[in-house]
């Protein structure tokens, strides 16, 4: 049996639920109008807005802009930017 590579959903799904057994109340965005945040944990560290990136590039600046926006619409704590690949400069 092979490795399957997640696609973009799926990698929300398993952050779903990875972030469920961390202990977070965690609430799923919109498909569209999500203001740039996949899911919205809360926690006993406060709200944090997360946007879910599975790229076979890098990830740019406009995910991190997108966040800080989600982070201010959602009254956010903190934003958070994962990914399977890596960040540009």
Request: charged share 20%; no cysteine.
């Amino acid at each position: 049996m092979g490795y399957l590579t997640p696609n973009g959903i799926q990698f929300e799904r398993y952050l779903l639920v990875l972030f469920k057994q961390l202990g977070y109340k965690v609430q799923t965005t919109p498909s569209t109008n999500d203001y740039g945040a996949d899911l919205v944990l809360d926690g006993r560290d406060g709200r944090i807005v997360v946007q879910a990136k599975r790229y076979k590039n890098n990830v740019g600046i406009k995910a991190v802009q997108e966040i800080v926006s989600a982070k201010i619409y959602y009254s956010a704590n903190r934003a958070w930017v994962v990914t399977n690949s890596h960040f540009i400069k």
